[in-house]
């Protein structure tokens, strides 16, 4: 599988014990809250693989269908302790701890595989566009005061690399994510 270091997803095919992936892109460290109030922090994805998208809870448009397909992955992966979700609230102003403890509840999620965090804005927001490159306006400077909306979800392999990006709202992407997990899992 190849690994993306820009917003513009140009593949890069390296070898896992390449060089090149020394000083390759890499998800920084950070420090959320969950959906329970825990801090969550890199270390909590430490040696997994995982799948993380950017919502909000009174969305009335692409989240929902995004959070069924997340559901969709958390279902596929329940059992396996390798694999972990991470949503992060782009209003997180609004989107509390208790806020999004009532959604979890509402949406099934597994807080043992899943984290639904909140927490400083400007974190969230350059995390999204400046590491994880979930948005698709390439060539558009973005501030914090540009609302954060991407359909999106990233794979990130146990070195935190990011493996792949795939439309949150697509079937057909939803399964060709679930067996690029297991591609990443058999490396």
């Not at 396996?80 to 999004?100: F, G, M, N, Q």
């Not at 965090?117 to 400046?130: A, E, F, P, Q, S």
Request: net charge negative; aromatic share 12%; glycine share 4%.
């Amino acid at each position: 599988m190849p690994y993306y270091q820009e917003a513009t997803f140009t593949p890069y095919w390296l070898s896992k014990d390449s060089d090149s992936l020394i000083d390759f892109h890499r998800i920084p460290d950070f420090t959320f809250i969950n959906q329970n109030g825990d801090t969550i922090t890199q270390d909590f994805y430490k040696d997994k693989i995982y799948i993380t998208d950017f919502f909000f809870t009174v969305c009335p448009g692409i989240c929902p269908a995004m959070t069924k397909n997340m559901n969709r992955l958390q279902n596929e992966f329940l059992e396996d302790e390798e694999v972990l979700l991470l949503s992060h609230s782009v209003t997180p102003d609004y989107d509390t701890p208790a806020v999004l403890l009532e959604y979890a509840q509402r949406k099934d999620v597994n807080v043992e595989k899943w984290n639904l965090v909140t927490g400083d804005k400007d974190l969230i927001y350059d995390l999204g566009r400046n590491h994880y490159f979930v948005e698709e306006d390439l060539g558009t400077t973005k501030d914090i005061n540009d609302f954060l909306h991407t359909e999106n979800f990233i794979l990130v392999d146990k070195n935190k690399h990011i493996r792949g990006i795939y439309n949150g709202l697509n079937k057909a992407s939803i399964t060709q994510l679930i067996a690029d997990v297991k591609t990443l899992q058999a490396e």
